[in-house]
Nanobody
Framework: VQLVESGGGSQQAGGSLRLSCVAS????????MAWFRQAPGKEREEREG??????????TYADSVKGRFTVSRDNAKGTLYLEMNSPKPEDTAMYYC????????????????WGKGILVTVSS
């Protein structure tokens, strides 16, 4: 299983940014995919995702990003997206895509497979 993130970079607060994660090596449509993050100076969050999308299309969000971020997936392309609207400086972090080919419902944390991460920097 391989996960490759893209789309990060610098953004001013109030703008928008879209992250993508291309998965390969397994049938992505069957399993949970999620975004996690690691803020500067902190450990990577591995038990509470920024956003998750399960095999049925159900999504969940951390309280800190509800109403601003949207997670979606294109199973035909094996791709998970994170649309970041109105990002704030506190959203600055390395963002990681993760999946677990034992879990369809986003109930198993930490997940087994992780991308290398991509940096998002939000300036005020």
């Amino acid at each position: 299983v391989q996960l490759v993130e893209s789309g990060g970079g610098s953004q001013q607060a109030g703008g928008s940014l879209r992250l993508s994660c291309v998965a390969s090596g397994y049938t992505t449509s069957r399993y949970c995919m999620a975004w996690f993050r690691q803020a500067p100076g902190k450990e990577r969050e591995e038990r509470e995702g920024v956003a998750t999308g399960d095999s049925d299309g159900t999504t969940t969000y951390a309280d800190s990003v509800k109403g601003r971020f949207t997670v979606s997936r294109d199973n035909a392309k094996g791709t998970l997206y994170l649309e970041m609207n109105s990002p704030k400086p506190e959203d600055t972090a390395m963002y990681y895509c993760a999946t677990d080919n034992r879990d369809m419902r986003c109930l198993t944390f930490p997940m087994d497979y992780w991308g290398k991460g991509i940096l998002v920097t939000v300036s005020s």
